[in-house]
Every structure is written in structure tokens, then in C-alpha cells.
């Protein structure tokens, strides 16, 4: 430690500490750097993608006219979307009842509900896998017109972002002020009304977060898609590890970009609906 | 005065966007002195004190401590130490860790650190909890934790910030006593910053009145309710009727001057003064009587009684008067049976002697 | 990558505190009870937990043997626990161990890489704060598959690192498909579960314990050492976990950075689910997984237990 402080600053004030600006600077630099360069290398001319030589959008091109990278591009949208719609019922569901009621062994319940969220990602995926070819959903839903043929990768997808939707909802709702619902009551309401037009408008900050949390979770998932998805329905994400299997090229830079770009936004959207909200609290 | 143990001299802390927290303060404390800083939250007395511990430090200015400048030197190396107003006794230690820390950091024998511990634990009377973790104490107790781990490293200086705040009242009464006691034990300099004025008056020695980050006015208690320098100093010390007057003529140390509902008044005072001045008079300096009190040279002025407020002891009695501020006048109720004996709405006749009153310059 | 949240599960649990509020019994009103949580409780235990009894079964069984051959799609079932055994083994044994040390050199870089960021966010001005904090969580958002993809494009014998390493006369070095590889992109990808929950924890932290440590006499080391690392323990542990567990079942980092060379625990059992098709043998490992999973989990409960006094 110096011996003397600088005029005007405290012993605490590290944040104008030479040392941990570097450091700063450092580590958000190696964080950013392979994605900056990915994002870049999306706009290269060159195609093995080495060296900068040159602007085009070719690659976008080419990645739109890939018939199969389109295909699993459109198949992660839909799965994402109906993963959403059916994860975020029934998160907030769950959510609703463990905020309102107290039952014996809730804890182990919420516990069990958190069992998705903590065992590791490949274990959720073989078991999945396992199931579906036990009970025969992998042979039988191949035959099914799209999308219901996606219905296997679906119904693991809910499986591992309700718990989530659940979370945070719940985490919004822990800021109700139940005597919102009371004077409700008081003024008239039935519980039914009570429901719809106070504790859901209450909710609805909380449940947009949820569903674009469950969307940005479904759409990035790989590992669990990987081992649930048939031959014939490829994801977005497992199209792109086959062919990083293969190697570096600039088509994967656009398609990545374009799906960096979804979920940046859908991100931010997300946290600025989850910004703590000044109103509500009681 | 001796040589000072802690002498601020020029000293101004300016935050990053402006904002100017202590404004070219001066002032020189004396060894063994408690001393009070005192003021409204947010006028710079904390900063102030945090810079005397070298947690922050002046943009500008000297802070001198036992003959050294130390403006710039880290609070691990001056001969300060802080009770902080959270206390903030080290919760994953026992007590006894607590008060040996400052010692074990700076290499002091282990056996000299367990005698010292002890002493110090034996001071505020904690001999018994120490091994408690500070989760398991009281608010009180934590406290005097904080005191002993300050007071073990015997500093030069022992700084307090707003030691009582979070104390209830009971404790907050049996506090000032001991922290009073403590100061004539150890003999060392306390420098207390608190925004209590009872608190200030009670227990310091001598006081800064600090408002807007620069002094007010320093000086002993009594002068301070007594002699207040500023309007603002006599209006946060104590309640004071403050009435505002023109000044008509000056000659010598007298002037003349026309105070709003009193009328023409003559006032000694040996400040110069511009055209505006205000008139200040404690409440219980002030008479009051039905009728117009006859006695020569007293301030006199008739007014309705407005509100009585009743406290016991005293009376509160606010009377208001024509052209004027309404004066709130303290009557003793020194018998059982008669109360201050007026009535809201009563005609009454309010009075002092010129003496009692003083004229605020600025 | 669900894991960011799991950082909202384990902390907002904790500060989720209903107020005081006393919630309905259940039994009052059964039939909104039911309502609300059957679905939910159905999916995750038919699409769930039945798949994970079937996982467990399949642990104990073994590929059924027909007129002297053995079966690719038929199974004996419940015959024993030769797949445990199996997996003890010395060349699983191995696998599973270097696993482990890998996770936890990650975890260990993590912590390193992630405290001062955490502690510089913490003391940043209010204006920097919440850009800060953007910039370490986004990256989280990012679909782990690109982000290790980039780095790929990076480390690769003609990428970046051996282009700039070229141009000072270095190299080129290999940089992919070894442990280095995989420990960096471990950390690459996981250091932002790091960051949070010791950015909240140090956020938390009353400064008054440091200016007191100071005040005292200690140095900024010492003070670091006897007051801010223990005072922000619960935040390290639940850090540690955070990154340590996703490490430990990681799959795709391993498979694209370290390739055959670098094969952890997750590749192992992908490989018998996938190309040697032994999925009794790969249930069996998924199960060792998980248990090393609760067990790094309770861990965690029980050190979290004996800091409680900490966290203030």
C-alpha cells in the first residue's frame, strides 16, 4: 500500500485504482474479443476466414441459401416458441401455488421443482433420450407432419425451462401486497375477477421475463436437443456443432451473428422488464 | 491553548461532480478535550471526521495530528481510531478477537496482546462475553465492543460517529455517562460528531457547529445557548424566538434598531452589523402577565395568547402579537394548583429584560 | 445453459422472505390447489423423474443376450451392478479424476479471474455499475456452442493468438485439443457465474468493516485476507459450486476444445449413448455424475450452514 493517498481519494476508492483498470480492461478484453471477432469475421470475403480482406455480406447470403442451416434455423424458432407458450403456463402456475399456499413438505417440494436447474445437462439429456426410446415417442413421432414431429425436443425443453419461468415469477410475486387482493374483495370482485384483473396485471412484468427467459434457454439449448432430437429434426445449435465439426467457416460467423443478435436482444428486453419496479411493494 | 493534539487548517473536500462537503474549515483541538461536531445531517461533520481518521481524504488543506501533517496518510498509520455508527464489530470474531485485531495486525506480542485485551474488555465491563460472537449481543453490547477495540490500540485521538443514534433511549442516557467516565479514565482526546444537541451539550467540552460544511461557531456549551454567534447556531440550539429587525442608526457600540411588532429598540454589541439584524430571546427568559408589567427598561409587548401547550414541568404558552413573529414563551408550572393560568384566546402582556436578548448579525 | 438461474434459485431462496405473510392451507381450497399445481408436477414427473427412473434401471442392467449373441436393442434388466464396478475401473477411475482436477483448476481460475472483477464492479463509480455488470453477464446469454465455437476460431494453429504470437517470432503453438484448451474455455464460459454471486455478496458487505480494519492498523492485504475473504465466503462457496458443477457434467466444451486428447466425464458417457452404444454402462455413469453433483450441492448446504453468522 502507498504511503500517502491521493488528494480527494478515500483508502477505499479502488475503482480509480490504476491496477484494476488494467485488469479490467484485460479480462473484458479476452471475454469480448473471440466474439467481437466472430461478429467480424461474419463480414470477411475471405473464406477460410484467416484474414481480414474484405466487407460483403456474402456470407449472409450463402447461410440463407443453405437449405438445411435455414431449415434447423426454423425449427429452433418453433421450438423455442412453443416451448415458451407451454413453459410459461405452467411456470407461472406453479409459481402462483407455491406463493399462496403452504402445504407439508414444501420445501422438498420447491427442491424437486430446482432438480432440472442443478443436475447436470447431459444426464437430463440421456435420461430423456432413454425414455423416448423406451416408450417408443422416438420411432412414433417421425412419421408426424411438422412440427409436431419437434414434439419430442418440445417437451424436453419445458421440462427444463418451467422450473425457471417458475423462479422468476415467483420472485416478482414475493412483491404483491396482498391487501391489493383484500380490497379487491372488499369493492366486490369475485376471486375469479380478483385474479385477472389484479394479480395477473401484478404478474404480467414478471411473466414477460419468464417467457423470454425460456425462449433465449430453448433456443440456445444444445445438450439436451443433441440427445433428443431424431435424424430428421435438427436444431439450429446441433446444425452448427456438426459443422464446426468440420471446421471454422464464415458461414457459421453470419448464422452465429444472427443468433447472437436474437438473444442480445431478447436479453436486454428481459432485464429491463426484471429492473425492480418502484410501485407494488407494501 | 496548548499545542493542539488535532489541528484542521484549510481544509475542503470537494466530491467528483461538485459537490462541496466541507468548505475551508479551520479548527484546533486540545489535548484531552471532548470535542463535538455538531450539525444538521449532511453538512460535512462525518466527512470531516472521516478525514481525521484518513478514511477520506481533503481536496485541499492540512490536518495535523500530534504535530504532523497527515492530510494524505492512511488511516493504518495514524494515531486515530473510530467507533463506527454501525459499530461494525467484526461478526465472523468473537469479542476478544475484536479488541485483539488492532493489535495482532501490528505485531504486538501475543502476551501483551491478551493482558491489553483483557484491561480493555474489563473497561466497558464485557470481561464475561468474550467469547461471544458479536450475532449473540445486543446493540449496547456491540457497542462497547467497538469502544474497547479502538481504545486497546491507546490512540492519540478517539473518534466517534454518532455513537448514540442507534441505541434506544434508556441506553442511549447510561452511554453518555459511561462515554463521559470513559474519556476522564483513558484522559485521551474524543472527538464526537453527533447531529443531537442534547447529546452535544451534555457530554463534549467544547463544540464546532458546523451548517452547509463550514463552522459556525466553536465554543463551550453554555457560551454556545448563551452567546449563539449566528442566527442558524441560536435556531439549532435549543428553541429560540427569533424576530427580525432594521437597523435605524448606529453610534458606537450601540445601535438602534426597529423590530418587526416590538417597535423601536436601542442593543449593545460589538459586531458590525449590516442594515438587517434579528432580535433572539430563549423562552424562558420571557414574563408574561395579565397586566402591563411596570418595572423600568424591561421589552414589553401585548399579544393573544394562541396555544397552550401543556408539559408538566413547564408550559409551552405561544402567543402571538401584532405585526410580528408569534414568541413562544416557557412558564414554569411551579404550583400544583394553578397551571401557567391563561387561556388560548386571553389577552396578555409578554416581557423581558434587554439583557436576555441578544442581536444576531448575520 | 439454464445454469445462470441457478444462481437466482439458490440465492432469491434465501431472500425470497414472504414478509411475514401467513399463506393459505392448502386444504382450504383444494381444488385451486390441484388446479395450479397439476400440471407441473405431472411434466416434470412423467417427463422427468420417469426418465430418470428409467436411467436408474437401466444403471443396473445389461444388454440381453439372444442365441449367444449380444443384443443392440434388447436389455436384461436389473441384473446387477456390474456397471458400477465397471466405472471404478482404472481407466474410468481416471477419466472421472482428471475430470474433477480439471473442473476444480477451472473453478479455482474462475475465483481468481472473477474476485477482482467482482470487487472492482462493487467499488466502481454508480455510473459505471450497471454497464459493468452488463458486460460480464451478457456473455452468459450467448449460446455456449458460439462461444466456444469463437474460440476455436481464436486458438487454432492459423488463429489469432498464433498470428499475433507470430508477428514477436513466437510459435505457432497448439492450443487446441489438450488440457489448456479445455481449462480456458471451461473458464472462458463459465467465469460469469463467478462474478454474480460475488458481486452480490461484496455489494452486500458493509464497507464500514473494511474502514474499520484499516482504521485498526491493518494493511489493505491484511485487511483483504482477515476481513473481506471471510466476510464474503458464502458468496466464494456458492460461486465455487456454481462454476464447479456445470465444469465437472461439462460436454461440449471438452468435445470441441480438447477433442480426443482431453476427454472428461460427460464425453465418456455421451460416447456410450451415442458411437459404443452401451447405455447400460453410460446410465451408470450418468448416476455417478449426478451423485457427485448432490454431493458437491450438500457441500455447499453444510458449509453455507456453518457461515451463517457471516453473513450479515
Same mark, same amino acid.
Given at each position: 500500500?502507498?504511503?500517502?493517498?491521493?488528494?480527494?481519494?478515500?483508502?477505499?476508492?479502488?475503482?480509480?485504482?490504476?491496477?484494476?483498470?488494467?485488469?479490467?480492461?484485460?479480462?473484458?478484453?479476452?471475454?469480448?474479443?473471440?466474439?467481437?471477432?466472430?461478429?467480424?469475421? %461474419?463480414?470477411?470475403?475471405?473464406?477460410?476466414?484467416?484474414?481480414?480482406?474484405?466487407?460483403?455480406?456474402?456470407?449472409?447470403?450463402?447461410?440463407?441459401?443453405?437449405?438445411?442451416?435455414?431449415?434447423?434455423?426454423?425449427?429452433?424458432?418453433?421450438?423455442?416458441?412453443?416451448?415458451?407458450?407451454?413453459?410459461?403456463?405452467?411456470?407461472?402456475?406453479?409459481?402462483?401455488?407455491?406463493?399462496?399456499?403452504?402445504?407439508?413438505?414444501?420445501?422438498?417440494?420447491?427442491?424437486?421443482?430446482?432438480?432440472?436447474?442443478?443436475?447436470?445437462?447431459?444426464?437430463?439429456?440421456?435420461?430423456?433420450?432413454?425414455?423416448?426410446?423406451?416408450?417408443?415417442?422416438?420411432?412414433?413421432?417421425?412419421?408426424?407432419?411438422?412440427?409436431?414431429?419437434?414434439?419430442?425436443?418440445?417437451?424436453?425443453?419445458?421440462?427444463?425451462?418451467?422450473?425457471?419461468?417458475?423462479?422468476?415469477?415467483?420472485?416478482?410475486?414475493?412483491?404483491?401486497?396482498?391487501?391489493?387482493?383484500?380490497?379487491?374483495?372488499?369493492?366486490?370482485?369475485?376471486?375469479?375477477?380478483?385474479?385477472?384483473?389484479?394479480?395477473?396485471?401484478?404478474?404480467?412484468?414478471?411473466?414477460?421475463?419468464?417467457?423470454?427467459?425460456?425462449?433465449?434457454?430453448?433456443?440456445?439449448?444444445?445438450?439436451?436437443?443433441?440427445?433428443?432430437?431424431?435424424?430428421?429434426?435438427?436444431?439450429?445449435?446441433?446444425?452448427?456443432?456438426?459443422?464446426?465439426?468440420?471446421?471454422? %467457416?464464415?458461414?457459421?460467423?453470419?448464422?452465429?451473428?444472427?443468433?447472437?443478435?436474437?438473444?442480445?436482444?431478447?436479453?436486454?428486453?428481459?432485464?429491463?422488464?426484471?429492473?425492480?419496479?418502484?410501485?407494488?411493494?407494501? | 491553548?496548548?499545542?493542539?493534539?488535532?489541528?484542521?487548517?484549510?481544509?475542503?473536500?470537494?466530491?467528483?461532480?461538485?459537490?462541496?462537503?466541507?468548505?475551508?474549515?479551520?479548527?484546533?483541538?486540545?489535548?484531552?478535550?471532548?470535542?463535538?461536531?455538531?450539525?444538521?445531517?449532511?453538512?460535512?461533520?462525518?466527512?470531516?471526521?472521516?478525514?481525521?481518521?484518513?478514511?477520506?481524504?481533503?481536496?485541499?488543506?492540512?490536518?495535523?495530528?500530534?504535530?504532523?501533517?497527515?492530510?494524505?496518510?492512511?488511516?493504518?498509520? !495514524?494515531?486515530?481510531?473510530?467507533?463506527?455508527?454501525?459499530?461494525?464489530?467484526?461478526?465472523?470474531?468473537?469479542?476478544?478477537?475484536?479488541?485483539?485485531?488492532?493489535?495482532?495486525?501490528?505485531?504486538?506480542?501475543?502476551?501483551?496482546?491478551?493482558?491489553?485485551?483483557?484491561?480493555?474488555?474489563?473497561?466497558?465491563?464485557?470481561?464475561?462475553?468474550?467469547?461471544?460472537?458479536?450475532?449473540?449481543?445486543?446493540?449496547?453490547?456491540?457497542? !462497547?465492543?467497538?469502544?474497547?477495540?479502538?481504545?486497546?490500540?491507546?490512540?492519540?485521538?478517539?473518534?466517534?460517529?454518532?455513537?448514540?443514534?442507534?441505541?434506544?433511549?434508556?441506553?442511549?442516557?447510561?452511554? !453518555?455517562?459511561?462515554?463521559?467516565?470513559?474519556?476522564?479514565?483513558?484522559?485521551?482526546?474524543?472527538?464526537?460528531?453527533?447531529?443531537?444537541?442534547?447529546?452535544?451539550?451534555?457530554?463534549?467540552?467544547?463544540?464546532?457547529?458546523?451548517?452547509?460544511?463550514?463552522?459556525?461557531?466553536?465554543?463551550?456549551?453554555?457560551?454556545?445557548?448563551?452567546?449563539?454567534?449566528?442566527?442558524?447556531?441560536?435556531?439549532?440550539?435549543?428553541?429560540?424566538?427569533?424576530?427580525?429587525?432594521?437597523?435605524?442608526?448606529?453610534?458606537?457600540?450601540?445601535?438602534?434598531?426597529?423590530?418587526?411588532?416590538?417597535?423601536?429598540?436601542?442593543?449593545?454589541?460589538?459586531?458590525?452589523?449590516?442594515?438587517?439584524?434579528?432580535?433572539?430571546?430563549?423562552?424562558?427568559?420571557?414574563?408574561?402577565?395579565?397586566?402591563?408589567?411596570?418595572?423600568?427598561?424591561?421589552?414589553?409587548?401585548?399579544?393573544?395568547?394562541?396555544?397552550?401547550?401543556?408539559?408538566?414541568?413547564?408550559?409551552?404558552?405561544?402567543?402571538?402579537?401584532?405585526?410580528?413573529?408569534?414568541?413562544?414563551?416557557?412558564?414554569?408550572?411551579?404550583?400544583?394548583?394553578?397551571?401557567?393560568?391563561?387561556?388560548?384566546?386571553?389577552?396578555?402582556?409578554?416581557?423581558?429584560?434587554?439583557?436576555?436578548?441578544?442581536?444576531?448579525?448575520? | 445453459?439454464?445454469?445462470?438461474?441457478?444462481?437466482?434459485?439458490?440465492?432469491?431462496?434465501?431472500?425470497?422472505?414472504?414478509? +411475514?405473510?401467513?399463506?393459505?392451507?392448502?386444504?382450504?381450497?383444494?381444488?385451486?390447489?390441484?388446479?395450479?399445481?397439476?400440471?407441473?408436477?405431472?411434466?416434470?414427473?412423467?417427463?422427468?423423474?420417469?426418465?430418470?427412473?428409467?436411467?436408474?434401471?437401466?444403471?443396473?442392467?445389461?444388454?440381453?443376450?439372444?442365441?449367444?449373441?449380444?443384443?443392440?436393442?434388447?436389455?436384461?434388466?436389473?441384473?446387477?451392478?456390474?456397471?458400477?464396478?465397471?466405472?471404478?475401473?482404472?481407466?474410468?477411475?481416471?477419466?472421472?479424476?482428471?475430470?474433477?482436477?480439471?473442473?476444480?483448476?477451472?473453478?479455482?481460475?474462475?475465483?481468481?479471474?472473477?474476485?477482482?472483477?467482482?470487487?472492482?464492479?462493487?467499488?466502481?463509480?454508480?455510473?459505471?455499475?450497471?454497464?459493468?455488470?452488463?458486460?460480464?453477464?451478457?456473455?452468459?446469454?450467448?449460446?455456449?456452442?458460439?462461444?466456444?465455437?469463437?474460440?476455436?476460431?481464436?486458438?487454432?494453429?492459423?488463429?489469432?493468438?498464433?498470428?499475433?504470437?507470430?508477428?514477436?517470432?513466437?510459435?505457432?503453438?497448439?492450443?487446441?485439443?489438450?488440457?489448456?484448451?479445455?481449462?480456458?474455455?471451461?473458464?472462458?464460459?463459465?467465469?460469469?457465474?463467478?462474478?454474480?454471486?460475488?458481486?452480490?455478496?461484496?455489494?452486500?458487505?458493509?464497507?464500514?468493516?473494511?474502514?474499520?480494519?484499516?482504521?485498526? +492498523?491493518?494493511?489493505?492485504?491484511?485487511?483483504?485476507?482477515?476481513?473481506?475473504?471471510?466476510?464474503?465466503?458464502?458468496?466464494?462457496?456458492?460461486?465455487?459450486?456454481?462454476?464447479?458443477?456445470?465444469?465437472? +457434467?461439462?460436454?461440449?466444451?471438452?468435445?470441441?476444445?480438447?477433442?480426443?486428447?482431453?476427454?472428461?466425464?460427460?464425453?465418456?458417457?455421451?460416447?456410450?449413448?451415442?458411437?459404443?452404444?452401451?447405455?447400460?454402462?453410460?446410465?451408470?455413469?450418468?448416476?455417478?455424475?449426478?451423485?457427485?453433483?448432490?454431493?458437491?450441492?450438500?457441500?455447499?448446504?453444510?458449509?453455507?450452514?456453518?457461515?451463517?453468522?457471516?453473513?450479515?
Amino acid at each position: 500500500m502507498a504511503d500517502q493517498l491521493k488528494p480527494g481519494s478515500g483508502p477505499l476508492d479502488y475503482g480509480n485504482r490504476l491496477w484494476l483498470k488494467i485488469l479490467f480492461g484485460v479480462i473484458f478484453f479476452m471475454l469480448y474479443v473471440p466474439i467481437i471477432t466472430l461478429v467480424a469475421f %461474419s463480414f470477411n470475403t475471405d473464406r477460410r476466414g484467416i484474414v481480414w480482406r474484405g466487407f460483403t455480406f456474402d456470407n449472409y447470403v450463402k447461410a440463407w441459401n443453405n437449405s438445411a442451416l435455414i431449415e434447423a434455423m426454423v425449427n429452433s424458432l418453433m421450438i423455442a416458441f412453443i416451448t415458451t407458450i407451454i413453459a410459461t403456463v405452467l411456470g407461472a402456475m406453479v409459481a402462483l401455488m407455491l406463493w399462496r399456499f403452504r402445504f407439508p413438505f414444501k420445501g422438498a417440494y420447491e427442491a424437486f421443482m430446482g432438480l432440472p436447474i442443478v443436475i447436470p445437462e447431459i444426464c437430463m439429456g440421456v435420461a430423456l433420450l432413454l425414455f423416448f426410446n423406451e416408450t417408443g415417442m422416438m420411432g412414433a413421432i417421425v412419421a408426424l407432419p411438422w412440427p409436431l414431429n419437434l414434439s419430442n425436443i418440445i417437451i424436453a425443453h419445458v421440462a427444463f425451462c418451467f422450473p425457471f419461468v417458475a423462479i422468476v415469477v415467483r420472485s416478482r410475486l414475493v412483491g404483491f401486497n396482498r391487501q391489493l387482493e383484500e380490497a379487491s374483495k372488499d369493492l366486490g370482485a369475485s376471486e375469479w375477477q380478483t385474479f385477472w384483473k389484479v394479480i395477473v396485471p401484478f404478474m404480467m412484468p414478471g411473466l414477460v421475463a419468464g417467457a423470454l427467459l425460456a425462449f433465449t434457454l430453448s433456443l440456445d439449448d444444445f445438450v439436451i436437443t443433441f440427445f433428443t432430437s431424431g435424424p430428421e429434426t435438427v436444431t439450429f445449435p446441433v446444425k452448427v456443432y456438426s459443422l464446426v465439426r468440420r471446421g471454422v %467457416s464464415p458461414e457459421i460467423n453470419a448464422a452465429s451473428t444472427v443468433l447472437i443478435v436474437i438473444t442480445v436482444v431478447a436479453t436486454v428486453l428481459a432485464m429491463k422488464l426484471q429492473a425492480p419496479q418502484k410501485s407494488g411493494k407494501g | 491553548m496548548t499545542d493542539p493534539i488535532v489541528s484542521i487548517r484549510g481544509v475542503s473536500k470537494r466530491f467528483p461532480g461538485g459537490v462541496i462537503a466541507v468548505d475551508n474549515i479551520d479548527i484546533d483541538i486540545a489535548q484531552n478535550e471532548f470535542f463535538a461536531l455538531l450539525g444538521p445531517s449532511g453538512c460535512g461533520k462525518t466527512t470531516l471526521l472521516r478525514m481525521i481518521s484518513g478514511l477520506e481524504t481533503p481536496t485541499e488543506g492540512q490536518i495535523i495530528i500530534a504535530g504532523q501533517d497527515m492530510a494524505l496518510t492512511p488511516p493504518n498509520k !495514524r494515531p486515530t481510531n473510530m467507533v463506527f455508527q454501525s459499530y461494525a464489530v467484526f461478526p465472523h470474531m468473537t469479542v476478544e478477537d475484536n479488541v485483539a485485531y488492532g493489535l495482532r495486525v501490528t505485531g504486538v506480542p501475543a502476551d501483551e496482546t491478551t493482558r491489553r485485551t483483557a484491561e480493555a474488555l474489563e473497561m466497558v465491563k464485557l470481561s464475561h462475553l468474550a467469547k461471544r460472537k458479536p450475532d449473540q449481543m445486543s446493540g449496547g453490547q456491540r457497542q !462497547r465492543v467497538a469502544l474497547a477495540r479502538a481504545l486497546v490500540k491507546r490512540p492519540k485521538v478517539l473518534l466517534l460517529d454518532e455513537p448514540l443514534s442507534a441505541l434506544d433511549a434508556k441506553l442511549r442516557d447510561d452511554m !453518555r455517562m459511561e462515554l463521559t467516565r470513559l474519556q476522564e479514565t483513558v484522559g485521551i482526546t474524543f472527538i464526537i460528531v453527533t447531529h443531537d444537541q442534547d447529546e452535544a451539550l451534555s457530554m463534549a467540552s467544547r463544540i464546532a457547529v458546523i451548517d452547509k460544511g463550514a463552522v459556525q461557531q466553536i465554543a463551550a456549551p453554555s457560551e454556545l445557548y448563551e452567546q449563539p454567534a449566528t442566527r442558524f447556531v441560536a435556531d439549532f440550539i435549543g428553541k429560540v424566538n427569533l424576530i427580525d429587525a432594521k437597523v435605524l442608526s448606529r453610534s458606537g457600540k450601540s445601535i438602534s434598531c426597529e423590530a418587526k411588532g416590538l417597535g423601536k429598540l436601542k442593543f449593545d454589541t460589538d459586531k458590525t452589523c449590516g442594515d438587517s439584524v434579528a432580535v433572539a430571546v430563549r423562552p424562558e427568559k420571557l414574563k408574561i402577565s395579565k397586566a402591563e408589567p411596570k418595572a423600568a427598561g424591561l421589552i414589553k409587548v401585548q399579544g393573544k395568547v394562541r396555544d397552550v401547550a401543556y408539559y408538566g414541568d413547564t408550559s409551552h404558552i405561544v402567543v402571538s402579537i401584532k405585526g410580528g413573529p408569534d414568541l413562544q414563551v416557557n412558564v414554569q408550572n411551579d404550583s400544583r394548583t394553578g397551571g401557567s393560568g391563561v387561556e388560548r384566546g386571553q389577552a396578555i402582556w409578554v416581557s423581558w429584560m434587554p439583557d436576555d436578548s441578544l442581536v444576531l448579525t448575520e | 445453459m439454464p445454469s445462470p438461474f441457478l444462481l437466482a434459485s439458490i440465492q432469491g431462496s434465501q431472500e425470497q422472505g414472504e414478509s +411475514g405473510r401467513v399463506l393459505d392451507n392448502w386444504k382450504d381450497n383444494k381444488n385451486v390447489f390441484w388446479t395450479l399445481a397439476g400440471p407441473g408436477t405431472f411434466w416434470l414427473l412423467v417427463f422427468f423423474i420417469l426418465p430418470l427412473g428409467f436411467l436408474f434401471v437401466m444403471s443396473f442392467s445389461d444388454k440381453a443376450v439372444i442365441d449367444g449373441e449380444i443384443s443392440i436393442t434388447e436389455y436384461d434388466y436389473l441384473t446387477g451392478i456390474s456397471n458400477y464396478i465397471r466405472s471404478v475401473d482404472a481407466l474410468y477411475l481416471t477419466i472421472i479424476w482428471k475430470s474433477i482436477w480439471v473442473s476444480a483448476l477451472a473453478t479455482v481460475l474462475c475465483l481468481l479471474t472473477a474476485y477482482p472483477i467482482a470487487f472492482g464492479i462493487c467499488f466502481a463509480s454508480e455510473r459505471w455499475k450497471p454497464l459493468l455488470l452488463l458486460l460480464v453477464v451478457l456473455p452468459f446469454w450467448i449460446n455456449l456452442l458460439i462461444r466456444t465455437y469463437a474460440l476455436i476460431a481464436v486458438f487454432r494453429s492459423q488463429g489469432y493468438v498464433n498470428l499475433a504470437l507470430g508477428t514477436v517470432g513466437l510459435g505457432p503453438f497448439d492450443m487446441l485439443y489438450n488440457n489448456f484448451a479445455v481449462i480456458f474455455g471451461l473458464v472462458y464460459v463459465y467465469m460469469p457465474f463467478m462474478v454474480l454471486p460475488l458481486y452480490a455478496t461484496i455489494e452486500r458487505l458493509d464497507k464500514s468493516f473494511l474502514e474499520a480494519s484499516l482504521d485498526l +492498523g491493518a494493511s489493505q492485504f491484511t485487511t483483504f485476507l482477515k476481513v473481506t475473504v471471510p466476510l464474503t465466503m458464502p458468496g466464494i462457496i456458492t460461486g465455487v459450486i456454481l462454476v464447479f458443477i456445470p465444469c465437472l +457434467g461439462s460436454f461440449l466444451t471438452p468435445d470441441l476444445l480438447g477433442g480426443a486428447n482431453a476427454i472428461m466425464i460427460g464425453n465418456v458417457i455421451e460416447r456410450q449413448f451415442k458411437a459404443a452404444n452401451d447405455w447400460p454402462f453410460g446410465a451408470a455413469l450418468s448416476f455417478m455424475l449426478m451423485y457427485a453433483t448432490f454431493a458437491a450441492l450438500m457441500l455447499r448446504a453444510f458449509l453455507a450452514k456453518r457461515s451463517a453468522g457471516v453473513d450479515v
